[in-house]
């Protein structure tokens, strides 16, 4: 079945660095990757997502990037802000018609001031 | 409205009661979704629901019952209970269940802080 990995587990930025966070993925059929945030106490919230037939996508300071040979794809947070700080998931969908998310581990992000 | 509400918030209870769980979404979704989120990891899928039938059971223990009343309403039977069962049961619903799944965002509730003593 298909496995996400995500990396790194943890990353502290200073306030208006970028961060960057990345996944790769183990199943050539998954098309649709979603970027998830979950802040503390909440449920996760959908930040961005990418589909198959794009390599990048982009929503003011935060965009996504795919490369579907490499079987990778990575979120790209610019001007970090205190109130990114927050755990986020990369996820994939493993076949063209599904809906089980499957998810990455979590990047806990820091965003110090 | 493009929120999922879950209640309670929060729940305590012994390992002999029996206590439900409730999810509501008013999007028009005809696809819901349990998810159990222990600390520092990512959900993990329960049940999933499709035209209030239930289509999918990631071997879950019989001690969690899922019921879909109608298109807009979710819930999560308890019962018998386990301490290791104590985490964030979080509810989510998507357009559908089947179809392309680019076009099949999830969205997620606040979730129930679960606690079993």
């Known amino acids: 079945g298909e496995n996400v990995e995500q990396h790194p587990s943890t990353l502290s930025v200073q306030e208006g660095d970028s961060a960057v966070i990345k996944c790769t993925y183990s199943d050539s059929a998954s098309n649709y990757f979603p970027w998830y945030k979950q802040e503390l106490g909440k449920g996760p919230q959908l930040i961005i997502d990418?589909?198959?037939?794009?390599g990048e996508k982009k929503d003011q300071r935060i965009a996504v990037t795919l490369n579907k040979t490499a079987k990778h794809f990575s979120l790209h947070i610019t001007e970090t802000q205190p109130e990114d700080s927050a755990v986020y998931f990369c996820?994939?969908?493993?076949?063209?018609?599904?809906?089980?998310?499957?998810f990455g581990a979590g990047t806990i992000l820091r965003v110090k001031s | 409205d493009t929120e999922v509400t879950q209640t309670p918030k929060h729940l305590v209870m012994g390992m002999t009661n029996k206590k439900s769980l409730k999810c509501e979404q008013h999007m028009g979704h005809r696809a819901m979704y349990w998810y159990k989120q222990k600390a520092k990891k990512p959900p993990e899928l329960m049940f999933v629901?499709?035209?209030?039938?239930?289509?999918i059971n990631e071997s879950v223990p019989s001690r969690f019952s899922p019921e879909c009343p109608n298109s807009s309403l979710l819930n999560l039977h308890l019962h018998a209970l386990q301490p290791e069962d104590s985490a964030l049961y979080l509810c989510?619903?998507?357009?559908?269940?089947?179809?392309?799944?680019?076009?099949?965002?999830?969205?997620f509730g606040p979730g129930t802080r679960l606690t079993v003593l």
């Open positions: 989510a619903s998507s357009r559908w269940a089947s179809g392309r799944a680019s076009y099949n965002e999830q969205f």
């Open positions: 990418i589909r198959s037939n794009v």
């Open positions: 996820a994939a969908i493993p076949t063209e018609y599904g809906n089980k998310l499957v």
């Open positions: 629901y499709s035209y209030e039938k239930l289509s």
